[in-house]
């Protein structure tokens, strides 16, 4: 899977839930605040365990936080 085809709107759900910092979300989800910055930039596909953290962060869906996009939808 070529990361072009997945986005994310974990910066948004940041904001949502009290300007939560990037820092913030890594401590809780148990990596990296770099690893943040990378996914938020779309440099980084998760694991799937760890989209499902960041999902249950938020208390969404993991489709609300992550998008994939077929190839002939780019």
Do not use: C, H, W
């Amino acid at each position: 899977m070529s990361r072009d085809n997945l986005t994310n709107t974990i910066r948004r759900y940041r904001f949502m839930n009290g300007e939560m910092t990037q820092e913030e979300l890594a401590k809780r989800v148990g990596v990296t605040r770099q690893t943040i910055i990378a996914l938020e930039a779309g440099k980084y596909v998760p694991s799937l365990y760890l989209a499902f953290k960041i999902a249950r962060v938020f208390n969404v869906r993991i489709e609300e936080i992550f998008k994939f996009r077929e190839q002939d939808e780019l």
